[in-house]
């Protein structure tokens, strides 16, 4: 089991023909189910030719019509990136992973304004994606590095979500689904949304959540794992060690204070998940 | 990206909001002549830098002559002006602006700002500007599809302290303000102090912006008030060449991919007893000739004793940025440890092409061990320069 994705996930490349969307697109195919998962590309330009053997259409819209795709990832560069996301949620998508970096604030906030109400979730923009290993790789993680198991992670920080998975490794522990919820000021799911669903999963048995530094995303997460959380969760936060900033510091002290288990190393994190889930712990699921 | 004053106060003049008539000058010359052009018997001489505290740190003067004006643009010009905001190091000043001398009858603050958490501008106010006494802070946040309403910035103006005859000017004004922000494509804006005049005009008499890098390429006009001056050399380079440059105060310097690749390695050096020179951070999509560049940069620090390179591939791949390091270090003819730690796409190939290098390297496997190596061989390497 795993959350939001899972070899089932019918997925649509948004910028499929651009150098990223092509490279990652192939990646992601390559990628436990990949093959059968990644179904359709969209470019206005290119519609009825076909890249790689995946049909690309003129519109989202289409593409969901045609395919029955209920995900879409997007490389579309940073002008029209926000417009990308504006036409997955109007084609009612039920998740959208924008990968784009730079994408400019403004446009984010009118973006995020024309969601209300709606039911598409947005992850990202400038993430990594999501993984549910073994199954399904959507974004730019290199695959090689998660493996299949029962701990669940967040991360603000793309790289810190493959460095925690890599320690995981090290102890045999695998995850069930991966989520980088991007490091833009405005942006989509934040930890608490992706928290809930770790813990309504029963193939999830302990979460790391990896935060930053600005807004106040994990300080509320915290009071909420505080509240309602059934399982282990560990926290970090990069720039707590004694001289970094007082954010970071602060938002650890509030994840200490609500329950979580933390560490202002960031060499611990695997080994400090390691040691809450039992020696005899199957990491299979 | 930061603005100067005399730039802010262009940009507000643009979208309606009122300002002191005045202009930049870069001469005791052309002060004298901006007095002469704007009349009057006083005027205020400020210096320009990006950097708040001005006035505590004597960098506005009040002239009530020509030859005052000169006096004060000649002291001011050339001269290093520290406020808290720019460190012991402080800013040289540059550039002047001299304005028309408003005597204020009453002062207040507006600011605004995006709030990541509410996801819209927040626009806050309050009673008092310029360093006096803080008072109650109101904030209200923004609709973005409907702007700032008459009856909200009515509303945020009776909180502050405008009376009822002021309204239409405030209001007017704080829509103003809220256009130039959203169109400009603006991250934070201030109005410190806005003022009411002794002859009933409401100004804005100080004007702080900072705007959205990520919307430059959509916005030339602003994009063009960038002052090189302004900014740290190593800094501007990378940020020309795509990277993000942080610097530090120590002696190791770090090469990256990834912001929270780039605090953890920050965090796990420290942890060691170390203190990093600075951190380039390449981001997601590197090439080698990026890597290469950005590993030039990283040498280019002139107390460094040793460099860490912590790379984890995703979108670049560790080959790549092991071809970039290699030919990097082989022009600058390396002198100073290099640890280097590689994992994620293509790590085998990337730790097999520095193997056959030639290279000194020293190899980690882990983040803390990577440190750790950084930290001791910075420690065993003489400090440049000493004998």
Redesign the interface.
């Known amino acids: 089991m795993s959350i939001l994705v899972n070899k089932h996930t019918r997925v649509i490349t948004q910028g499929i023909t651009g150098k990223?969307g092509q490279f990652h697109t192939a990646m992601c195919r390559d990628y436990g189910n990949g093959r059968k998962c990644f179904v359709a590309g969209v470019n206005p330009r290119k519609a009825g030719k076909s890249f790689d053997g995946i049909p690309v259409f003129g519109t989202v819209a289409e593409a969901r019509a045609e395919t029955g795709a209920t995900v879409s990832v997007i490389y579309v560069p940073?002008?029209f990136a926000a417009a990308a996301i504006d036409e997955a949620v109007d084609a009612g998508l039920e998740l959208v992973v924008c990968i784009t970096?730079?994408?400019?604030?403004?446009d984010?906030?009118?973006t995020?304004?024309r969601m209300a109400g709606r039911r598409t979730l947005l992850l990202g923009p400038n993430g990594?994606g999501l993984i549910t290993p073994d199954e399904i790789k959507i974004g730019?993680?290199?695959g090689?590095?998660f493996q299949r198991g029962r701990i669940g992670v967040v991360?603000?920080?793309?790289?810190?979500a493959?460095?925690v998975a890599?320690?995981l490794g090290r102890f045999g522990i695998g995850q069930s689904t991966v989520v980088g919820v991007g490091?833009d000021?405005?942006g989509g799911l934040g930890c608490i949304d992706v928290m809930k669903m770790f813990n309504d999963d029963p193939r999830t048995d302990a979460v790391i959540m990896?935060g930053?530094t600005?807004?106040?995303?994990e300080e509320s997460c915290a009071q909420w794992i505080c509240e309602h959380m059934q399982k282990p969760v560990v926290g970090f936060v990069?720039?707590?060690?004694?001289?970094?900033g007082e954010g970071?510091r602060q938002t650890l002290a509030v994840m200490k204070a609500c329950g979580l288990h933390v560490t202002?190393?960031?060499?611990?994190i695997g080994e400090l998940l390691a040691s809450l889930v039992a020696p005899d712990y199957l990491p299979f699921d | 990206m930061h603005i100067h004053e005399h730039q802010g106060k262009e940009v507000l003049r643009k979208y309606g909001v009122p300002v002191p008539r005045g202009h930049a000058c870069f001469s005791p010359d052309e002060a004298v002549e901006a007095a002469a052009r704007l009349g009057g018997r006083a005027w205020v001489v400020k210096a320009q830098i990006h950097a708040g505290g001005k006035g505590q740190a004597g960098g506005v003067r009040r002239a009530w002559s020509a030859a005052e004006v000169r006096r004060h643009a000649g002291e001011l010009l050339g001269t290093t002006l520290r406020t808290p905001q720019t460190g012991p190091a402080g800013r040289v000043v540059r550039r002047l602006l001299v304005e028309e001398s408003v005597e204020v009858e009453q002062a207040f603050y507006l600011g605004m700002a995006v709030d990541r958490d509410a996801r819209r501008v927040a626009l806050t106010a309050s009673g008092a500007g310029a360093g006096r006494a803080p008072q109650k802070l109101h904030r209200l946040l923004v609709d973005p599809a409907a702007g700032v309403r008459a009856a909200e910035a009515d509303g945020i103006a009776r909180d502050i302290g405008f009376s009822g005859r002021q309204l239409p000017q405030v209001r007017t004004l704080v829509q103003n303000l809220y256009q130039a922000f959203d169109a400009c494509d603006a991250a934070r804006a201030e109005i410190d102090p806005l003022v009411l005049t002794r002859d009933g005009r409401i100004l804005a008499l100080g004007a702080s912006f900072d705007f959205d890098p990520s919307a430059l390429f959509r916005q030339p006009e602003i994009a063009a008030m960038r002052d090189p001056h302004e900014e740290d050399p190593a800094e501007a380079e990378a940020w020309r060449a795509g990277f993000s440059y942080t610097p530090f105060g120590g002696e190791i310097g770090c090469l990256v991919n990834g912001a929270g690749l780039a605090r953890a390695t920050t965090d796990a050096i420290r942890l060691h007893g170390g203190v990093p020179a600075h951190v380039l951070d390449v981001g997601g999509g590197a090439t080698a000739e990026q890597v290469a560049e950005a590993f030039r940069l990283v040498l280019r620090h002139p107390r460094l004793r040793a460099v860490l390179v912590n790379v984890f591939g995703g979108l670049l791949k560790c080959d790549v940025a092991a071809r970039g390091l290699i030919a990097a270090a082989r022009e600058a003819a390396l002198s100073v440890p290099l640890v280097v730690r590689m994992k994620g796409t293509n790590e085998t190939l990337g730790r097999t092409l520095l193997g056959q290098s030639g290279l000194a390297i020293i190899h980690a496997d882990q983040i803390d061990e990577a440190a750790g190596f950084a930290v001791a061989s910075a420690l065993s390497t003489p400090r440049p320069g000493a004998h």
């Open positions: 990223a940073p002008p970096q730079g994408i400019p604030v403004r984010m906030i009118r995020r304004e990594p730019i993680m290199p090689h590095v991360s603000r920080s793309g790289t810190l493959y460095e890599s320690q490091g000021a405005i990896v930053d600005g807004g106040s995303d990069a720039g707590a060690v004694p001289g970094g970071a202002e190393n960031p060499a611990e």
